[in-house]
């Protein structure tokens, strides 16, 4: 897996494809973009393809394929979603059923698949910038919650946004927002910071997904729209079939972090 | 119509829905966003919602209906798409066969609305801070031209990307991209500036659309994608069914043009 660490996109893929890779991928390929995956049937996907655009904060699009199509052909020529990740979860009716290493053989000519943005891009950012990250400290996994802050449904996809959680100074805070700012495809500037209860957070030590972490007496706690959101909203409209990625065994890209600055 | 001026979006929609305003909106409703209107048949909405994710910079999505409703609930709560534009155009299999000012009777159940970013939302703050904007200067139509600048194809839509231009100094290029940068909505950033032949431009004289306007000597065009763009993959795909607004007829929202600055 060292190898890896210093790979690119491209190299990553390789190793998963041919089950040399099978774990999580943090810290590999170092400044190419992770990527969570949701794959529905195409029946589902005008659903999902609009609740992604409505909610572009925690399911910000990077590339979304034809039906059938199992090549990511905008942000990875050449790959081939149903085993260019380490793992994924397949679904049925909401169930979680099998977690295999690859998906051919769930393979159909109706998939339809969306790469979306994560936030290990900005985080990375956020690290060069000198601005802490504390479960990556801590050598934990990011806390996140469900808030009580609804997302805008559409068609049959609906629910409440999910946050991940950084503690931070107010000055470190500001910096974070500069930064994120520059991420809007990857979950983009804070969502909000301070009181977890004013978006229905109840127990701050007490994440509903993923570690606690600790938060310092200088520090408030700064909340981001997550990229599970879109897998709540999925788990909640409950379609016959769906694949996502395992969590935090993500699909590498071929572009670079940098490449989502801007526009 | 002066009373247009400084009314509202809602001013706006509430005079085109009585008959009262028919003409075109550019100068109504200062402050307010102007947005294009597409509408398709559901089983052509999903290519285009992805022809439109994939071409944020022509195509900027401000809001999607679901099937059958004909109310923007995003941009302009208590809206009727059928009837609040001053007048639209409608498409058979590519063949434009009525300008009705009022599309109730070509409604259906299975019509999704695309409501898209538009030009006049960046031309106002180009104009607040002091960058001239050469085609209302001369009070003529903005000059559009096609390019050879491919649009990333979507199932059954592609094209060439369509641009405006502007003529600018070097300096006003600059600050007109500052400004632009922060309305990623309303086609964000210029594409190119300088020579037009490099996007497929043979004579900048001559506009695909729109007028020509004068460039001094001492200005360079400056080009940025269009919301012509949509309308043209739309006539190269010949749906057989298509409803859009009418070129400078637009669908007025109740969004301030300061709600499209920055993510």
């Not at 040399?20 to 794959?39: D, K, Q």
């Not at 500001?174 to 977890?196: E, L, M, N, W, Y």
């Not at 379609?239 to 572009?255: E, Q, V």
Request: proline share 10%; net charge negative; glycine share 8%.
């Amino acid at each position: 897996m060292n190898d890896l660490i210093h790979a690119t996109g491209s190299d990553v893929r390789a190793a998963c494809r041919a089950g040399r890779h099978t774990g999580p991928t943090p810290g590999l390929a170092l400044g190419y973009v992770h990527a969570n995956l949701v794959i529905l049937p195409r029946d589902w996907a005008f659903d999902f393809l609009l609740f992604c655009q409505r909610n572009p904060k925690p399911c910000p699009l990077l590339d979304v394929t034809e039906a059938g199509d199992s090549e990511a052909k905008l942000t990875a020529p050449g790959s081939d979603l149903r085993t260019d990740l380490p793992a994924y979860r397949v679904w049925e009716h909401g169930e979680l059923v099998a977690e295999p290493t690859d998906i051919t053989r769930y393979w159909r000519d109706d998939l339809v698949s969306f790469v979306i943005g994560c936030s290990f891009t900005f985080e990375t950012a956020l690290m060069a910038a000198g601005v802490p990250v504390r479960h990556i400290e801590q050598n934990v996994n990011v806390p996140m919650y469900r808030t009580n802050v609804p997302c805008k449904p559409a068609g049959r996809f609906s629910g409440p946004m999910v946050v991940s959680m950084r503690p931070l100074t107010p000055a470190q805070e500001v910096k974070a927002t500069q930064i994120c700012s520059r991420f809007p495809r990857a979950h983009g500037a804070p969502v909000h910071f301070g009181d977890p209860t004013a978006i229905g957070i109840r127990d701050i030590t007490k994440p509903d997904f993923g570690d606690g972490v600790e938060i310092r007496n200088n520090e408030v706690p700064v909340f981001w729209a997550c990229g599970v959101t879109p897998q709540a909203a999925l788990m909640q409209a409950k379609p016959p079939f769906a694949i996502t990625h395992k969590p935090g065994h993500m699909f590498l890209t071929d572009l670079k972090d940098t490449d989502l600055e801007g526009e």
